[in-house]
């Protein structure tokens, strides 16, 4: 028989093992030093997931990644060193424009050359940014001919978008589209063309085939958080926003366009965050920027910035006076401000009453009106196919259901005076749960029956006889809806 092993008689001392982000960082390194990138990209990557602060954590991964050839996600990271982490850490202007040049972006590798001789004109990589911006001249040739038709087209497509005459911009960048289908600019604003011209569904297709094509474009991503804001969606605005803040951009126009972006939808710290960024490094921008500049400051806090800016604002644009972030809100008309009380109603038809009177106003033909309304609306879904269908003239699925209710409430109101208050009636019978499954086709016999109920319950005296006289059909059809009322109603 074996020996057997004794039972030590002292106690065993356990030694806490830490894997801490230094000692992943030495295994990358050391990983790195032997060739093997792959290893070293998933040690360093755990390095900087526990140490999310440590500058020389993150620009090892960049370096890495870029000679894997992942150039846009060590991009990434090189932003995010110089925006979040240490802006002295001029190398990292260098690397960019090594991985841009990779990527054919000559103009925007040259930016950064030059940012870095800027910062660093004796530095350890000056030669080596002089000798590449030699190499970026002779890549880059001058724009050709059909080059400068092309932008010509694009800028007169964004001043008929900018002038909100959206028939003829969707004309233009058709046309645009057509002639260069990867033009992706052109894309997304056709997308903003047809959702201010009220066709939801079109603009909707429009983001999902470019975001089909080219996953990831950051001018979608926004155009869809903007579009999902107008129409209430908070869910998808929370998805979108959450997504979108998790980039770092390093083209100066998509960090305009991310901050301009979190303005309008009222994320201000999230706009700040980009727009002083652009402020504070020189950026010249335009009217639009020092807008959302001056709204993003006011909102979180920076009142001094935010009047400076407006000033610059306002010398470029007189007309924006008065429009100061803080300045009184603008009374609205009388009727308008009654269908705002009606939204913050507590019923759901006083909600619908609002929206549907607001769509057959003549403040309704104001795009911007329309869809600031829209944001007045709670988070409700059963509004939703009466929001496309009232507003965005949508008539498929449940919006072509909504229409028909909204087509019956058009006849009923056109034959009377108390237009809310039968409003209001008509939407509690539409949307009472009874009704699910009710076509509401004949609106002239929905709309005598609807009258009929109501004025009975006023105490007044009308017949059906009266009704049917009143909206053009026979005393026999009013009978059976009244009836129809009368079962929903109860």
Not at 187 to 194: C, D, E, F, G
Not at 219 to 240: K, W
Not at 304 to 322: C, F, I, M, N
Request: proline share 3%.
């Amino acid at each position: 028989m074996g020996k057997q092993l004794k039972r030590s008689s002292r106690k065993a001392m356990i030694v806490p093992f830490i894997q801490s982000a230094d000692y992943f960082f030495k295994k990358g390194m050391k990983a790195y030093e032997r060739g093997d990138l792959h290893k070293a990209r998933k040690y360093l990557e755990r390095a900087v997931r526990l140490d999310e602060r440590d500058a020389s954590f993150a620009l090892q991964l960049a370096l890495v990644l870029s000679e894997l050839g992942e150039y846009q996600f060590s991009n990434q990271w090189l932003i995010k060193i110089l925006h979040d982490l240490d802006e002295t850490m001029y190398d990292c202007f260098y690397f960019l424009a090594n991985n841009l040049a990779c990527l054919g972006l000559f103009r925007e590798a040259a930016k950064y050359a030059e940012q870095y001789l800027t910062y660093e004109p004796d530095g350890e990589f000056a030669d080596d940014a002089a000798d590449l911006l030699e190499l970026l001249k002779l890549d880059r040739h001058d724009v050709s001919e059909e080059q400068e038709q092309l932008i010509t087209m694009q800028e007169r497509a964004q001043h008929l978008l900018e002038q909100e005459q959206f028939a003829e911009a969707i004309e233009a960048l058709e046309a645009i589209v057509s002639r260069y289908p990867e033009f992706w600019s052109a894309h997304n604003n056709l997308a903003l063309a047809y959702f201010y011209s009220g066709d939801v569904e079109k603009a909707k297709q429009k983001l999902l085939d470019v975001l089909r094509r080219d996953p990831g474009n950051l001018h979608a991503l926004c155009n869809a958080l903007v579009f999902a804001y107008h129409l209430h969606d908070q869910e998808q605005v929370a998805a979108l926003c959450e997504m979108l803040a998790s980039l770092y951009p390093f083209f100066r126009e998509h960090q305009y366009k991310l901050g301009a972006t979190f303005a309008l939808v009222g994320r201000f710290d999230s706009a700040f965050r980009w727009l002083y960024r652009l402020y504070k490094n020189g950026f010249e921008g335009d009217g639009p920027f020092y807008y959302w500049l001056a709204y993003a400051a006011y909102h979180t806090g920076h009142e001094s910035l935010a009047r400076q800016v407006w000033e610059t604002l306002t010398a470029l644009h007189p007309e924006k006076r008065g429009e100061e972030p803080w300045a009184a809100p603008t009374l609205l008309d009388e009727a308008l401000l009654r269908i705002v009380q009606l939204f913050e109603g507590e019923e759901l038809a006083d909600r619908l009453s609002g929206l549907y009177l607001f769509s057959r106003s003549p403040q309704a033909e104001k795009t911007a009106l329309a869809l600031a309304v829209c944001r007045l609306l709670p988070a409700d879904p059963r509004l939703r196919p009466f929001i496309d269908s009232f507003l965005f003239g949508l008539d498929d699925g449940r919006s072509a259901w909504a229409a028909k209710i909204g087509r019956m409430i058009d006849v009923l109101l056109a034959n009377n005076e108390e237009k809310e208050a039968l409003c209001r009636f008509a939407f509690a019978v539409a949307v009472h749960p009874s009704a699910q499954g009710e076509p509401f086709a004949n609106g002239a016999a929905w709309a005598a029956a609807i009258e009929y109920v109501w004025r009975q319950q006023q105490g007044e005296h009308v017949t059906q006889k009266g009704m049917a006289a009143k909206y053009g059909v026979s005393a026999a059809t009013v009978q059976k809806y009244v009836q129809k009322v009368r079962r929903l109603w109860s």
